[in-house]
């Protein structure tokens, strides 16, 4: 039996978050091209303004990303990034000195900066290292937290139809090898992403989900982010701005499978799903 207690608190660069009762991350784009036009902030006032409505609203994490990882996005220069992303972060610090906030990037040079200068505490990578050997290093020697991401081939590049095999053997395979080489590089706090789209089928997707609770067996921290993805939208047949019912139905059911953070671009409903789940004891 084991008898390993699942990590509930996480150090985000000296900051400690607490994960006994699940959080939600709420996504900011300082970008022209993501997927959901409604995510997308490219100025600082609309970048404060899009954080204050969000932590208003009960976010706990903003995640801020400066490189669209849709499938056949234009691609960002180191350069290009390391801009955008000082734009975002200075606009949210100016006002939230305290938040906690994740960083979308697979690059070192970005996730030091963002530590460094300020204070980020958690370091979202959709390429579990693949990008930049670095990485890994990196975030050790700033203390942030590490959220560990499942993909299937380049998440950057336009997705062929994944072969058919155990989507979810596949996904543990995958985090296991990529938690041990962490924990070698000195990563002490990481969190897990099942990776949800990122080259899987749409079949693929469900039968993740459905088996999401196979996780459990890491003892660490599980990330979920459906928000609006096609696995909602070709499903019902609709598009990204018409799938916040169906994004709120599968955060549901997430929240029953042991999610323990909710990454989404509507925080006010994302709550409402974590507060109908604890009421209702899932």
């Given at each position: 039996?084991?008898?390993?207690?699942?990590?509930?608190?996480?150090?985000?660069?000296?900051?400690?978050?607490?994960?006994?009762?699940?959080?939600?991350?709420?996504i900011?784009?300082?970008?022209?091209?993501?997927?959901?036009?409604?995510?997308?902030?490219?100025?600082?006032?609309?970048?404060?303004?899009?954080?204050?409505?969000m932590?208003?609203?009960?976010?706990?994490?903003?995640?801020?990303?400066?490189?669209?990882?849709?499938?056949?996005?234009?691609?960002?220069?180191?350069?290009?990034?390391?801009?955008?992303?000082?734009?975002?972060?200075?606009?949210i610090?100016?006002?939230?000195?305290?938040?906690?906030?994740?960083?979308?990037?697979?690059?070192?040079?970005?996730?030091?900066?963002?530590a460094?200068?300020?204070?980020?505490?958690?370091?979202?990578?959709?390429?579990?290292?693949?990008?930049?050997?670095?990485l890994?290093k990196?975030?050790?020697?700033t203390?942030?937290?590490?959220?560990?991401?499942?993909?299937?081939?380049?998440?950057?590049e336009?997705?062929?139809?994944?072969?058919?095999?155990?989507?979810?053997?596949?996904?543990?395979?995958?985090?296991?090898t990529?938690?041990?080489?962490?924990?070698?590089?000195?990563?002490?706090?990481?969190?897990?992403?099942?990776?949800?789209?990122?080259?899987?089928?749409?079949?693929?997707?469900?039968?993740?989900?459905?088996?999401?609770?196979?996780?459990?067996?890491?003892?660490?921290?599980?990330?979920?982010?459906?928000?609006?993805?096609?696995?909602?939208?070709?499903?019902l047949?609709?598009?990204?701005?018409?799938?916040?019912?169906?994004?709120?139905?599968?955060?549901?059911?997430?929240?029953?499978?042991?999610?323990?953070?909710?990454?989404?671009?509507?925080?006010?409903?994302?709550?409402?799903?974590?507060?109908?789940?604890?009421?209702?004891?899932?």
């Amino acid at each position: 039996m084991n008898t390993i207690q699942k990590q509930t608190t996480i150090n985000c660069n000296g900051r400690l978050l607490d994960l006994s009762q699940p959080k939600v991350m709420g996504i900011i784009n300082n970008t022209a091209d993501s997927f959901y036009g409604a995510s997308r902030c490219n100025t600082p006032d609309a970048i404060a303004a899009q954080a204050e409505k969000m932590i208003a609203e009960g976010a706990e994490i903003i995640d801020v990303g400066a490189f669209s990882t849709r499938p056949g996005c234009a691609q960002v220069s180191e350069q290009e990034e390391l801009e955008r992303i000082r734009t975002a972060l200075s606009a949210i610090r100016a006002k939230f000195p305290d938040v906690v906030i994740s960083v979308d990037t697979f690059r070192s040079s970005v996730a030091r900066m963002s530590a460094e200068e300020f204070g980020v505490g958690i370091i979202n990578d959709i390429s579990g290292g693949y990008f930049d050997p670095e990485l890994f290093k990196t975030v050790a020697e700033t203390r942030a937290a590490y959220i560990l991401m499942h993909s299937i081939g380049n998440p950057l590049e336009k997705h062929q139809t994944a072969q058919c095999y155990d989507i979810v053997e596949d996904v543990i395979k995958f985090l296991y090898t990529k938690v041990d080489a962490l924990r070698q590089a000195g990563v002490k706090d990481i969190i897990l992403d099942p990776g949800f789209g990122f080259g899987k089928t749409l079949d693929q997707n469900y039968e993740l989900l459905n088996h999401m609770d196979d996780l459990k067996i890491f003892n660490l921290p599980i990330l979920v982010g459906v928000s609006r993805k096609s696995m909602i939208f070709k499903l019902l047949e609709t598009d990204p701005e018409h799938s916040l019912n169906g994004t709120s139905v599968i955060n549901t059911i997430a929240m029953a499978k042991g999610a323990d953070i909710l990454r989404v671009h509507d925080v006010k409903q994302a709550v409402e799903v974590i507060k109908i789940c604890q009421k209702t004891g899932l």
